[in-house]
């Protein structure tokens, strides 16, 4: 059974900084591309950014060269740092991995506000 479950979302301020786990199980982790999405209610998800098993990675435009995502294979946990956030980027914030199956998280919330 695939699970994946985010962790560390939570409230900031505008400039601020928050950095998000995946932890999955019944993968082979190391195999699988792995990304992160953001959804805001009424919006359709939007990827944030992708790595492949090899490593190589890419990003929305609108949050380049902010957000570095990165996998730890060992640990089969997925990462987002995310550094200088927006109001805009205020989303629910789920992992994704492609298996057979499109697969998600459940999300954790992230609120950028003063």
């Known amino acids: 059974q695939v699970q994946l479950v985010e962790s560390g979302g939570g409230l900031v301020q505008p400039g601020g900084s928050l950095r998000l786990s995946c932890a999955a199980s019944?993968?082979?982790?190391?195999?699988?591309?792995l990304g992160w999405y953001r959804q805001t209610p009424g919006n359709q998800r939007e990827l944030v950014a992708a790595?492949?098993?090899?490593?190589?990675?890419n990003y929305a435009d609108s949050v380049k060269g902010r957000f570095t995502i990165s996998r730890d294979n060992a640990k089969n946990t997925l990462y987002l740092q995310m550094n200088g956030l927006k109001p805009d980027d205020t989303a629910v914030y789920s992992c994704?991995?492609?298996?057979?199956?499109?697969?998600w998280g459940q999300g954790t919330q992230v609120t950028v506000s003063s």
């Open positions: 019944g993968i082979i982790f190391s195999r699988l591309a």
């Open positions: 994704w991995t492609h298996w057979g199956y499109n697969y």
């Open positions: 790595i492949t098993s090899g490593g190589s990675t």
